[in-house]
């Protein structure tokens, strides 16, 4: 329980802060960031309900005193008074901003719940993104920081792999080792994606170090495919990957 409610005060933020969480690889983060979109848009809608119960009543409730008082808008239909506070606030920029949370939070939630994507809330990942471009810092792999198009890119491309991902069968994954001069090299092929799994993450497979050095896609069944380098020696730490192989595991040089 308390594992969830921390996982779903941490889903909102950008995915680099969410790695940096205490226990963050066994986080429930799937069913908490598609609790933590579901309240952002249930509490946004809330607020635009009352936003518009506030606005457009007083708004109209003003415009309707000014007429019994002799304003201007005396000659004005009570009718076209209503209609004019409602296109008010249909303009009004509060209502635009609220409105983007309900959309955000529906997005994050469908996102979670139907493709594992656990995307943050924009304004985070904007703020991560200047202080990125102010610090010079070099960008995620998969670019997940990267505000606009990169992070609606970044659902889209999700959703097309769900769709993919679930016309195929169920299969164990297979492993293919290689050797190229001093270094030897994995290479995993799943029929489903590791959403972990992005370079240069390091994988522990038993006692044996692997840093990952590519993702890349492949042909079915097993279209996802993962290629690690061995590492001389252990990097213990809380970021590292466990990977169990299953006992049926195929196995191929």
């Known amino acids: 329980m308390w594992a969830t409610l921390f996982a779903t005060l941490c889903s909102s933020l950008p995915r680099r802060w969410r790695e940096a969480a205490p226990g963050a690889n066994v986080l429930p983060w799937e069913r908490s960031g598609t609790l933590s979109g579901f309240l952002e848009a249930f509490m946004a809608l809330g607020a635009l309900v009352f936003w518009y119960s506030w606005s457009v009543t007083t708004w109209a409730a003003n415009g309707l005193d000014s007429a019994m008082r002799g304003g201007v808008e005396r000659n004005v239909p009570g009718q076209a008074i209503g209609f004019a506070a409602l296109v008010l606030w249909v303009l009004h920029p509060l209502t635009w901003l609220v409105g983007y949370f309900v959309l955000e939070g529906t997005v994050r939630m469908v996102g979670a719940a139907f493709t594992g994507h656990v995307m943050g809330t924009l304004p985070l990942y904007l703020a991560d993104w200047t202080y990125g471009k102010l610090t010079g810092r070099q960008p995620e792999p998969d670019a ?16 097309k792999d769900e769709w993919q991902v679930r016309r195929l069968p169920q299969l164990d994954d297979e492993v293919r080792q290689s050797r190229k001069g001093e270094d030897e090299y994995l290479e995993v092929l799943a029929c489903r994606p590791k959403t972990e799994w992005v370079p240069p993450k390091v994988v522990r497979m038993g006692d044996v170090y692997y840093r990952l050095e590519e993702a890349r896609r492949g042909s079915a069944p097993r279209p996802f495919v993962y290629r690690l380098r061995k590492l001389a020696a252990g990097v213990p730490g809380r970021t590292v990957i466990v990977y169990d192989c299953p006992p049926n595991m195929k196995t191929a040089k």
Request: aromatic share 18%; proline share 6%.
């Open 144 to 159: 997940l920081y990267s505000p606009g198009t990169g992070h609606f890119s970044s659902f889209v491309a999700a959703i």
